[in-house]
């Protein structure tokens, strides 16, 4: 297994800038894990894909307003600017953050937010950019002068639609920095519609970190390490799902952090339990998948672990070749762009 095998050529005019208007407008790739079959499709027929026995997993995180700009003041006296992106909480008053530029950042240096209203202390660096900051107004500052994550690759800043466009409609549990983007197509009639059909929606929670997004920088994808994401299941949940796997039933993930969830949970108890902590598993082809037999995703980055994860749901040559035809058909491509619907009915 090699980084390339993962690689495709991307026209740049297919990054969706903007999502579809409305979002459940988005067009929809069907693509049948078994045969290669391929139907092009919109997602507001989503719910016609389903069968009324399916239970339907959504990821419940809401994202957070991560990026900031502070002034960073050294022990020496000097200062400049910088940008520090709160990743995730690491203890009472204490968050991970990603600088920009992160390096010469000392242990005792400081971040100054807006006019010297808030501030924090770097305790330690964690290596590639990312530093212990101890904090006691992390929610005050994301409020005020915190921005959307926006994916780099959108190349622009976030404007006010954003706050609205990049969260899910279903999102409840804030704690995320990117968006579950297969949950972004959905409305409140696609819900509906799905619930009209007898299906059974339920909720999880994944909040989705830096590792969704850093790079897989080594040759071998197989020596990258994934870092660990907040997941949180309810006894309901936990029941509903475990009773779906026992009687056989389908699980449909949407998106791949609602799929690492579930088969982290089966992978570790061989069932899925209620509870709370990190989830790591890093999927590649060659995994043997014990919950989900569908998965609805976007299209995601070359090279990335995401395409990683559904070569291994989908098989590695099929999703290639998937993933060469939505470019020659057009298709709209990342975080708002168009989805995929990998079924086994198709």
């Given amino acids: ?19 579809a208007e409305p979002r459940d407008n988005s067009r929809m790739m069907v693509l049948n894990s078994t045969s290669g079959n391929i139907i092009n499709s919109q997602f507001r027929n989503f719910p016609d894909y389903l ?6 997993v959504l990821n419940n995180t809401r994202v957070i307003r ?6 960073l003041e050294r022990h020496d006296g000097t200062s400049r600017q910088m940008e520090v992106f709160f990743a995730e909480p690491a203890g009472p008053h204490l968050w991970q953050v990603l600088c920009k530029p992160g390096r010469r950042i000392r242990p005792g240096d400081r971040a100054v937010f807006g006019d010297g209203q808030y501030s924090g202390t770097f305790q330690k660096s964690l290596g590639s950019d990312l530093h212990l900051l101890k904090i006691d107004s992390a929610e005050e500052v994301l409020s005020a002068f915190g921005e959307m994550p926006l994916p780099p690759y959108l190349e622009r800043s976030p404007v006010p639609a954003d706050d609205v466009n990049y969260q899910t409609v279903f999102g409840v549990h804030s704690g995320a920095i990117a968006a579950p983007t297969a949950g972004l197509h959905f409305t409140s009639d696609i819900l509906d519609a799905v619930r009209a059909r007898g299906i059974e929606i339920v909720s999880i929670t994944l909040h989705v970190g830096i590792g969704t997004f850093l790079p897989v920088r080594s040759d071998n994808p197989k020596e990258h390490k994934l870092r660990p994401e907040r997941y949180e299941v309810s006894v309901s949940a936990a029941e509903a799902l475990q009773a779906a796997i026992q009687d056989r039933r389908r699980i449909i993930a949407v998106g791949t952090t609602t799929l690492r969830t ?8 061989g069932r899925i339990q209620a509870g709370s902590g990190l989830a790591d598993l890093y999927i590649l082809p060659g995994f043997r998948f014990q919950a989900v037999n569908g998965l609805l995703t976007n299209f995601h980055l070359p090279k990335s672990t995401l395409l990683m994860l559904v070569s291994a749901f989908a098989g590695h040559a099929t999703i290639m070749k998937a993933y060469r035809r939505a470019v020659q058909a057009g298709y709209r491509f ?4 168009d989805c995929m619907f990998i079924n086994g009915d198709a």
């Fill in 66 to 71: 991560a990026r900031t700009r502070a002034r």
């Fill in 334 to 337: 990342y975080s708002y762009g």
């Fill in 1 to 19: 297994m090699h980084i390339s095998d993962f690689d495709y050529e991307l026209p740049r005019e297919l990054i969706a800038r903007s999502p």
């Fill in 51 to 56: 069968q009324p026995s399916d239970v339907l």
């Fill in 262 to 269: 579930l088969e982290f949970l089966m992978l570790r108890d």
